[in-house]
């Protein structure tokens, strides 16, 4: 079973505030991607990578930045963050593209 | 435009009855189709995937079928538990491929009562 870990699991900050959110995944999978769950609307991608060192922009991606530093490590990072990045943020990973995306257990953000 | 509906948005069931699940959507091409269960505050786990035309699956208590002429697919839920309670997700795949993207319904919400 794939293994994605996820960090903090919630975080509280500030309006204008700069908050990274962390994910892991050691399964050695090449794809790794960001989304955001709000009440009443599905997932949306926010950014994925396809391996170290790769960004590919999503669905959603203003006012959010992300890098993989590893084949294990995709940051999120809000830079100034604001009351509309309050969500429910998950990690996945795939070596299948989108076929099978393994998902983290979230990080929930709450911008003051 | 959201290309993946689900109903009903949430539904009350008695333990022990059964339940079925509603998705249509209207995502181009439509290579796959995967249902998931969220409980509160959690992640999504992969209940079952559909491929094929008229393609029907069974995990357990989980049954799932799809059209893909109708772009709708179910998710039946027999001799429901508490355990069940949970959000159901329909998620469609444009591709197989690391080129697609995956266009998720907003849920359903079950609760089983006692």
């Known amino acids: 079973e794939a293994a994605v870990t996820q960090s903090p699991r919630n975080k509280v900050t500030v309006t204008g505030g700069n908050v990274t959110l962390s994910c892991r995944q050691t399964?050695?999978?090449?794809?790794m991607y960001w989304y955001r769950q709000d009440t009443g609307h599905g997932l949306r991608l926010i950014h994925y990578?396809?391996?170290?060192?790769?960004?590919q922009i999503g669905d959603v991606p203003d006012g959010y930045k992300a890098t993989r530093t590893t084949q294990e490590d995709f940051f999120l990072l809000l830079e100034l963050a604001s009351p509309s990045q309050t969500s429910l943020y998950f990690c996945?990973?795939?070596?299948?593209?989108?076929?099978?995306?393994?998902f983290g257990p979230g990080t929930r953000l709450t911008v003051l | 435009k959201t290309q993946v509906e689900q109903s009903p948005q949430s539904l009350v069931v008695r333990q022990g009855e059964n339940c079925v699940l509603q998705?249509?959507?209207?995502?181009?091409?439509?290579?796959?189709l995967r249902w998931f269960k969220q409980d509160t505050g959690k992640g999504l786990v992969s209940l079952t995937v559909?491929?094929?035309?008229?393609d029907k699956t069974s995990n357990g208590r989980y049954s799932a079928t799809l059209d893909k002429d109708a772009k709708h697919s179910t998710l039946h839920i027999t001799a429901t538990l508490l355990d069940d309670t949970a959000t159901y997700i329909c998620?469609?795949?444009?591709?197989?491929?690391?080129?697609?993207?995956?266009?998720f319904g907003a849920g359903t919400q079950l609760i089983v009562i006692p």
């Open positions: 996945a990973s795939s070596d299948l593209g989108v076929y099978e995306q393994y």
């Open positions: 399964n050695s999978h090449n794809y």
């Open positions: 990578s396809y391996g170290a060192g790769n960004l």
């Open positions: 998705c249509n959507y209207s995502v181009t091409p439509d290579n796959h």
């Open positions: 559909l491929v094929h035309e008229n």
């Open positions: 998620v469609v795949g444009d591709r197989g491929s690391a080129l697609g993207r995956l266009h």
